[in-house]
């Protein structure tokens, strides 16, 4: 957010944070919360590179489109370590998973 529209909103009563101060996040919690953010982004990026739809690459990861698209999504009932099997399930390496997550 600008400056600008920040100083507005708070002349106005509103009170202006980060997502970690909003739910009370710890760092560690919040630190994983981005890890997430960033995973499945990179899902999306690498089935998308790949020409897969949610389907076909929900079935070269053996699980179900649905689910498939909660880990696209970062859902909360999604482990971070889902997300990286799926990762890995569309042919990521060590690197490519190294690198989204210390971006």
Known sequence: MDKLKKERLQK???KVGDVDEFLGLSP??????EMKVALAKALVA?????GETQVSAAIIAKT???RYAKVEHADSSVSLELM???????GATKKELLKTLSA
Do not use: D, H, T, Y
């Not at 560690?28 to 919360?33: G, S």
């Open 12 to 14: 106005k009563g509103w």
């Open 28 to 33: 560690a919690e919040m630190a994983i919360v």
């Open 46 to 50: 690498k089935r998308k590179a790949l």
């Open 64 to 66: 179900s489109q649905s």
């Open 84 to 90: 990286i099997k799926m990762f890995f399930a569309l």
